[in-house]
């Protein structure tokens, strides 16, 4: 969207691929030692191995990696400082905060079924948004309307994962959405996640607000369609396989939709 506004910054953009990286490692490391501290990850779990959990690395140890890790976060993300000014700060602190308290902290986040709304939040509408500002210095709607498609797509990823773990949750006292409400809103919410970042790029596209040739991203639709039919008939380990395939389905989504906007902006 940046391209297509003539305002493209290479080398911001690659900062801010790598700042993303460096948080998502963090919050993962976050998520492996505060999990395993506080019992989410006893027993048989259903989730890739963890490095806590199977004795390969230490508490210790993986909470110093993990704060390496942010503060590598926090030293590529003074460049964008710099460029962006004060919302960048508050936005980039803001985010390594959520990342620890997501699972960690007197307050975990992750635990009381606000794990939905900061993943939206930061993976979508900060993320995009984000990364725009710091290359037009501004915000339009269709950008705004385009870092909600893409929260929503990251949101489902959650979702399969929450749904997966449902009963170790409910054992562990972990409070997710789906441990809350069951099996069942977990998968209406995936349904309404996945099927909203269309309506919205169909809707934009339609109205003339972005470029018709945006409607690339329905080329992953049939995916979409595999992917809802899984999430309503699997269970357990059996949805591992669909958490990869969501954010394989998000990967492309993103990339259909940014070939669009390249082609629409010639």
Do not use: H
């Amino acid at each position: 969207m940046a391209y297509a506004a003539d305002a493209f910054e290479p080398f911001v953009a690659l900062v801010c691929l790598l700042d993303a990286l460096l948080l998502q490692i963090g919050s993962n490391l976050a998520n492996d030692v505060f999990d395993y501290e506080k019992g989410a990850d006893e027993g048989e779990r259903l989730g890739p191995m963890r490095v806590t959990q199977a004795g390969l690395l230490s508490p210790k140890e993986v909470k110093r990696g993990m704060l390496v890790v942010f503060g590598l976060a926090a030293v590529s993300g003074s460049y964008l400082i710099i460029a962006g000014g004060w919302p960048i700060l508050v936005l980039g602190v803001a985010a390594i905060l959520s990342a620890i308290a997501y699972t960690g902290g007197p307050y975990p986040l992750g635990y009381y079924g606000f794990g939905d709304l900061f993943v939206f939040l930061f993976f979508g509408l900060a993320a995009v948004a984000g990364t725009y500002y710091l290359q037009t210095m501004t915000v339009t709607r269709p950008v705004w309307w385009l870092a909600v498609a893409m929260g929503l797509l990251t949101t489902a990823i959650l979702v399969v994962n929450n749904l997966r773990d449902i009963d170790n949750d409910r054992r562990a006292g972990k409070r997710t959405l789906p441990a809350r409400f069951g099996a069942r809103f977990a998968q209406w919410e995936y349904t309404l996640c996945v099927l909203g970042a269309y309506v919205i790029v169909g809707g934009l596209a339609i109205t003339g607000s972005i470029s018709i040739w945006t409607l690339l991203v329905f080329l992953t639709f049939p995916t979409a369609v595999q992917l809802l039919r899984s999430v309503r008939n699997e269970t357990g380990r059996a949805l591992n396989k669909t958490l990869a395939r969501t954010g394989k389905l998000e990967l492309f989504f993103g990339l259909a939709f940014a070939v669009g906007m390249i082609i629409g902006s010639r």
